[in-house]
């Protein structure tokens, strides 16, 4: 994230050129997990696969550990992230949970009872 | 000459397609969302148009990181609907208009828009669940071609509120001036940007579900000098916000 962004709403990221380049390999790694044999190959050997695409050793370490706020710390961009996610079977309001401190469920119940207001 | 005759602007967050893709509409959840679409679904099906215009953003399904383009137009005859990683929606692929999209194409960029030209691209939920929300159960396929219009909002900086409206109305104009042959045309924008998680722990996770829709119709004028009528859409049926 750059913190000179232009636009720096508290509290949130804000993913913009800068970002962008920063997660530039690791968003193109999954990109690739559309495809069911691109997944095949990335499970059958993370390491290998986040070196094949060039990744720094902090987002190979974020990606491996499923450490969803390092990859977006590490400029992934959310819609990429999720990709990830969801070859993992895991949902957006599970990753919403993450990024609040909350569980899935907890998080659901929060997003029923009207989300934040307080910001 | 062309005519708008609707504009439809609703949220697409992907889980308004699960949700009628797995039948949960009525659910208590569900239910008050798709009641509020009613109305809406209902005078639309009484005025088909004969082409539509879908303003939308692309979710890292059709376009990567590689290349971001600011404004875009798909040019093509059809559009396959993406597979996001979850499997493709059960919805028909996308027929699209290449003549219209040629004319869109010229009109705007003599207006000073310089778009983006899409020979290929893959729909999602973007452009899919729009779709659905007008027409529910398309079957084999959608009630008309759709042209694709795509405007970035994944990556910071994204075109300013001012020049999109800017767009929507030379896009008005290129529309009004468009002679299809035999046929009529007509529009819809529909862009929704979706706001992804913040940081914990006091992020924010709403979605955004501002989207605007619009679309029109073509009639063909019995003179060609006939003034070009101004394509205000009447009132947008609202279908959610």
């Not at chain 1, 994230?1 to 636009?7: F, R």
């Not at chain 2, 040019?75 to 996308?94: L, N």
């Not at chain 2, 929507?168 to 035999?182: D, F, H, I, K, V």
Request: overall charge negative; charged content about 20%.
């Amino acid at each position: 994230m750059s913190s000179e962004s232009a636009l720096a709403p508290p509290k949130t990221y804000v993913f913009d050129g800068a970002a962008s380049r920063q997660g530039y390999r690791m968003n193109k790694l999954f990109m690739t997990l559309r495809d069911p044999a691109a997944r095949e190959e990335f499970l059958a050997d993370e390491a290998a696969y986040c070196e094949r695409f060039g990744l720094s050793e902090a987002q190979t370490k974020a990606v491996l550990g499923r450490d969803w706020q390092a990859m977006l710390d590490l400029g992934g961009s959310i819609f990429y992230v999720y990709k990830l996610a969801m070859m993992d079977g895991l949902s957006m309001q599970y990753l919403g949970g993450v990024f609040t401190g909350m569980s899935e469920a907890d998080f659901k119940a929060a997003m029923l009872a009207g989300g934040r207001t307080d910001v | 000459m062309s005519e708008v005759i609707w504009g439809l602007a609703t949220s697409h967050v992907p889980s308004i397609g699960a949700a009628m893709d797995r039948g949960m509409t009525q659910e208590p959840v569900w239910k008050p969302l798709f009641d509020g679409y009613r109305p809406a679904r209902e005078w639309l099906a009484q005025h088909k148009p004969d082409v539509a215009v879908l303003v939308y953003n692309d979710h890292a399904n059709g376009i990567d990181l590689d290349i971001v383009p600011t404004f875009g137009i798909g040019t093509a005859d059809r559009y396959s609907v993406a597979d996001e990683g979850f499997g493709r929606r059960p919805v028909p692929d996308v027929v699209g208009d290449p003549d219209l999209s040629l004319h869109l194409l010229q009109n705007l960029m003599d207006e000073g828009f310089d778009l983006t030209v899409f020979q290929e691209l893959n729909v999602d939920h973007g452009f899919t669940v729009p779709l659905s929300i007008w027409t529910p159960e398309p079957g084999e396929a959608w009630p008309c071609p759709v042209v694709p219009l795509l405007v970035n909002v994944i990556q910071y900086p994204q075109p300013t509120a001012a020049r999109c409206y800017a767009l929507g109305q030379a896009l008005g104009r290129a529309l009004a001036s468009y002679e299809a042959p035999a046929r009529s045309a007509s529009w819809a924008p529909a862009a929704c940007p979706t706001s992804s998680p913040g940081r914990a722990p006091g992020s924010s996770t709403r979605r955004s579900t501002t989207c605007s829709s619009t679309r029109s119709r073509t009639t063909r004028r019995s003179s060609p000098r006939s003034p070009a009528r101004t394509s205000s859409a009447r009132p947008a049926p609202r279908a959610s916000s």
